[in-house]
């Protein structure tokens, strides 16, 4: 909850059973990349001083924590969809310009402009891309020993997610860590190609 008692709830690391508890659909919003909080943080503001509680109910920046590297070093956040801020709301004309004519926000995703009205994000879409976000406990846990994974693939091949959040979508492999075992796959969402990092064991290579 914000500090100022709102019952607009925003977060950066979501719990997944209060991914589906508004009344409200999630939709997402774009907004210039590195500036999500902000815009966030405007939207909040926006909404309690025009008491819009009622059918504004949450806005996220979905974000992962990334433990320190080194001694005195603090953990980094870093925003898993960047560009992007997910809203949960009754979809109707007050609440539509309230959001699309706040500062910073650039248009919803899934709306074909002229004041059209966006599609909302499935349940399923929701818990997919609400639930990426991890936190710095979680990092800490999933530490483990150095070691050099080996993909089955390559830069540029095309391979197909067969586990995980993910699965059965199909992009291009753009880069490889083989430190952490992870490879930054194209994967199209919300109408435009985003990468995105997927373990190597669960990318299968598509010949």
């Known amino acids: 909850m914000s500090e100022n008692n709102s019952n607009v709830t925003q977060t950066n690391q979501p719990e997944l059973d209060d991914i589906n508890k508004y009344k409200g ?3 997402v919003i774009n907004s210039y990349s590195g500036h999500e909080d902000r815009v966030r943080d405007d939207l909040i ?18 974000k992962e924590i990334i433990p320190p590297k080194g001694k005195g070093k603090k953990p980094v956040e ?19 310009y309230i959001v699309r004519n706040t500062t910073g926000v650039t248009g919803f995703i899934g709306s074909s402009g002229r004041g059209t009205k966006p599609f909302p994000l499935t349940d399923q879409e929701a818990r997919t891309m609400l639930s990426k976000a991890t936190s ?21 091949d095309y391979v197909k997610i067969i586990a995980g ?10 880069k490889l860590d083989t430190t952490k075992g992870m490879a ?14 997927i373990p190597f064991d669960q990318c299968e290579p598509i010949k």
């Open 25 to 27: 659909k999630w939709y």
């Open 45 to 62: 503001q926006r909404v309690e001083s025009l008491n819009m509680k009622d059918v504004i109910f949450d806005i996220r920046v979905v």
């Open 184 to 197: 930054t796959v194209n994967l199209e969402m919300f109408g435009r190609l985003t990468p995105t990092e």
């Open 136 to 156: 710095f406990k979680e990092a800490q846990t999933n530490k483990k020993v150095k070691k050099v994974y080996v993909a089955n693939f390559e830069v540029n």
């Open 165 to 174: 959040p993910f699965t059965d979508m199909e992009g291009q492999v753009t």
């Open 78 to 96: 870093k925003n898993l969809y960047p560009g992007y801020i997910f809203i949960n709301m009754i979809m109707n004309d007050d609440a539509w």
